[in-house]
């Protein structure tokens, strides 16, 4: 599985680093820094719906395995700003496989915590895409193809649904355009019984 392609602003998850990501508040700390920008602790609670407390206790634990760092340049007096060190995340499938039963386990609730991150998502945009402007209405996708294919041409299939997403990566709207919003897309490839 990947989450983002390889460029020097994605981190690739290995043993120690997933073990310090797999749990599912770390996760929502990481992407609220990754998609929304720095914050402090009290910010991210109130957002998350969690204790201060909580969240700087993870934070500080992000930050330990390189996740988080520091933005000190947004805080004033004892304020502590926090910002994501990198704009993706790779996952190894080998961490699947991994000898360690721990490594293993923070490997399926990665990918668990994933999956249901995915589905938030989703359901927050039907639930609420009455609130945005009519044109969003018209351009959002849900949809799913059944293909019967080999695991090689599956890898293809990945492989190219990923260098078209690049594509547009490079052709991305400056944060100051009119109209542009971060867009979320989500692919799903795996294979289904049918008996």
Do not use: C
Request: charged content about 25%; aromatic content about 8%; glycine content about 6%.
């Amino acid at each position: 599985m990947v989450s983002e392609p390889r460029n020097p602003q994605v981190r690739e998850l290995d043993a120690r680093s997933l073990r310090g990501l797999a749990h599912p508040l770390r996760m929502q700390l990481l992407d609220a820094l990754r998609f929304a920008g720095p914050a402090t602790a009290s910010q991210l609670a109130e957002r998350l719906g969690e204790s201060s407390g909580a969240t700087s206790y993870h934070l500080r634990q992000l930050a330990e395995y390189g996740f988080v760092e520091d933005a000190p340049e947004l805080g004033k007096g004892r304020e502590r700003w926090w910002k994501a060190v990198h704009h993706g995340l790779r996952f190894d499938d080998s961490l699947l496989t991994d000898q360690d039963p721990a490594v293993r386990g923070a490997a399926d609730l990665y990918l668990h915590e994933v999956a249901t991150t995915q589905t938030r998502e989703l359901s927050t945009w039907l639930g609420s895409r009455d609130s945005w402007p009519e044109e969003w209405n018209h351009v959002w996708d849900m949809s799913s193809a059944t293909l019967r294919l080999t695991p090689d041409l599956t890898r293809e299939l990945i492989e190219q649904m990923h260098a078209l997403v690049d594509t547009f990566r490079d052709r991305a709207a400056a944060e100051d355009t009119p109209g542009a919003e971060q867009v979320r897309i989500h692919t799903h490839a795996f294979p289904i019984r049918t008996d």
